[in-house]
């Protein structure tokens, strides 16, 4: 659904540009199997019409020898519909939309953007070599982030067109992709998730002044425990929420600096063990890339091509070149404990829930690590969704669908 928004950037904004809204009324935009994209008025609920589609029309088009065109008939008989946006090859599995801007991603390896109020398209973004599944948009920074088969993401200057990075890192195919505060996380089927700093963005996080928050392993419920003081919630209020700087110097308490002390010798130890699974990882996507020598080929000659584009420029508006060492991103976090391909998660920040094989499981989204199965003995987990208070899933046991709705304030 694109309803008309303001599609000044940052810099517009902070100059006192003109408001743009875009676009002029709001629509609805569709991917289907067909290879084609349509685009829809979307009907008000107080000035339209209710509009049903007759049976007999619905009947005669199943009948009909070409079903495009029973197809594109039945859709110029309907009041809202407005335009077919033509140019896939397969079918088209990903849709993501800011103001009239729409991105599109198909199993023909390509990625297009359009203009959903002319039905132009804008470009053809080329350079995956396997089934687009997801795309992600920044819209401030103008930037495409898709997902693929092939196991990259690529990122994408949607006013140019251009490459800009590729973010390797996933065995096989990326499916799901997320990106919340300068932070983009990846699903894969490789049963891992993994937290990229920013693709473009240059800036540290080790330059931001330092708040300690409070210790996660204590909101999960597991062997630390905390004692509490002025700066700990009380019990059932939303202790994810909960954000306050426990210096030993603000807080003034022995007992407090000796846990933020055994806090960081444990993070240390953490952050070790993250190394070593990335190098394992690492050796393993090598050992893959030796498999098949061809795809390997094909992926340098993608990059020799984009670091000697003198047109390819970074992400922040400058004019210097690409080099090679921009152009492939490497993950901050690899997160395994799932067993098969990642299905769903859903990422605040601070905490990231997410679904596969048998589990629902819980994280510490700014350090990656794994706090604990929220549920587990599943058959399947289909979506998961979270608010400050509540996380819903939509599970399966045994045939049988669930909504689970878990409290994180109690």
Request: charged share 15%; proline share 4%.
């Amino acid at each position: 659904i694109l309803l008309p928004t303001d599609v000044r950037t940052p810099a517009e904004r902070a100059r006192g540009a003109p408001v743009r809204y875009e676009p002029r009324e709001p629509l609805v935009v569709t991917g289907s199997r067909d290879a084609t994209l349509r685009v829809w008025r979307l009907p008000s609920p107080t000035r339209d019409a209710p509009h049903h589609p007759q049976a007999s029309d619905a009947a005669s088009s199943s009948n009909n020898n070409s079903s495009a065109a029973a197809a594109a008939a039945a859709a110029a008989a309907n009041p809202y519909f407005a335009r077919t946006l033509e140019g896939h090859s397969d079918s088209v599995r990903a849709v993501a939309a800011f103001g009239s801007l729409v991105v599109s991603g198909s199993y023909d390896c390509s990625v297009r953007v359009w203009d959903a109020s002319t039905g132009v398209c804008l470009h053809r973004l080329e350079g995956h070599t396997a089934k687009v599944y997801t795309i992600v948009l920044d819209p401030d920074m103008h930037l495409i982030m898709s997902g693929s088969m092939d196991g990259t993401i690529r990122v994408w200057d949607w006013d140019t067109g251009l490459c800009l990075r590729i973010c390797r890192g996933h065995l096989t195919l990326v499916g799901l992709l997320s990106l919340k505060h300068d932070t983009l996380v990846s699903g894969g089927a490789d049963t891992t998730l993994r937290i990229w700093d920013h693709p473009i963005k240059a800036a540290q996080r080790s330059a931001a002044p330092a708040v300690a928050q409070r210790p996660f392993s204590s909101i999960a419920g597991d062997s630390v425990s905390v004692r509490r003081s002025a700066l700990a919630p009380a019990p059932g209020s939303n202790l994810f929420a909960a954000q306050a700087t426990m210096t030993a110097q603000q807080a003034g308490n022995i007992q407090q600096a000796h846990l933020m002390q055994q806090l960081q010798v444990q993070q240390r130890a953490n952050d070790q063990i993250h190394h070593q699974q990335l190098l394992i990882l690492q050796q393993q996507h090598q050992q893959l890339q030796n498999q098949n020598q061809s795809h390997a080929q094909t992926r340098s000659q993608d990059l020799s091509l984009a670091a000697s584009s003198p047109s390819a420029t970074t992400g922040g508006g400058g004019s210097r070149p690409v080099e090679l060492a921009d152009l492939v991103h490497t993950e901050r976090h690899v997160m395994q404990q799932h067993t098969n391909a990642i299905t769903c998660f859903q990422n605040d920040g601070i905490k990231m829930v997410s679904g596969a094989d048998s589990t629902l499981k819980l994280w510490d989204a700014r350090t990656g690590q794994f706090v604990r199965n929220l549920l587990s003995n599943l058959t399947s987990v289909w979506q998961v969704r979270f608010d400050n208070r509540r996380c819903v899933a939509a599970v399966n046991r045994n045939d049988v669908t669930y909504f689970e709705v878990m409290d994180f304030g109690v």
